[in-house]
């Protein structure tokens, strides 16, 4: 009971957790060590734009990365890659951040002054609905659109983008050395 606890460490097994000294055979027979990936400079700038430079590309329908291609090829459709750097703005998949995003930002814009009116006129709720649904309508589809631009400078600076072409390069067999042989026979 009295025993020290670190008694393992003062041993042959301290030793053993010791450093190889330089041109030693290491005792575990060889087995390469991991070592950090030194093809990249640990202080290698961003090739991105910084967070709210990217943000702020793809908001005003421009390439995120260089700043000079669009970002839309319509009001929605994401072009396949820019038409400056190349980058592969189609393989970004926001699904349903820009509406989620667009509907916050409308809705702390709107709801205020729609509380505010009724607080201090009363309004029937016809004029509500002729006065609201249209603003509401009209500030959604203004604002979607850069705010889907802003999300694709987004998920760039987070780091998406290109999942899904390896995962198509895979399944379509491109990568061998990763894809189950073929049935003999
Ligand atoms: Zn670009």
Request: aromatic content about 8%; charged content about 15%.
């Amino acid at each position: 009971m009295d025993q020290p606890l670190d008694r393992d460490l003062s041993g042959p097994a301290r030793a053993a957790a010791a450093p190889p000294l330089p041109g030693a055979v290491p005792e575990n027979g060889g087995t390469v060590r991991w070592q950090p990936d030194r093809s990249v400079p640990p202080n290698a700038p961003d090739p991105l734009p910084p967070f709210f430079t990217a943000l702020g590309r793809g908001a005003m329908n421009r390439c995120p990365v260089c700043g000079v291609g669009k970002v839309f090829a319509g009001y929605l459709r994401v072009v396949p890659a820019c038409s400056h750097c190349g980058t592969p703005l189609g393989e970004l998949r926001a699904d349903d951040a820009p509406p989620y995003f667009t509907i916050f930002i409308v809705g702390h814009l709107l709801l205020p002054p729609v509380f505010w009116v009724e607080a201090a006129y009363e309004p029937p709720m016809w004029v509500h609905m002729a006065i609201w649904l249209p603003l509401f309508a009209a500030a959604c589809t203004l604002l979607l659109r850069p705010v889907k631009g802003a999300t694709v400078g987004l998920m760039l600076k987070l780091g998406f983008g290109g999942g899904e072409k390896v995962k198509a390069e895979l399944e379509a067999g491109e990568t061998g050395p990763l894809r189950e042989p073929p049935p003999r026979g």
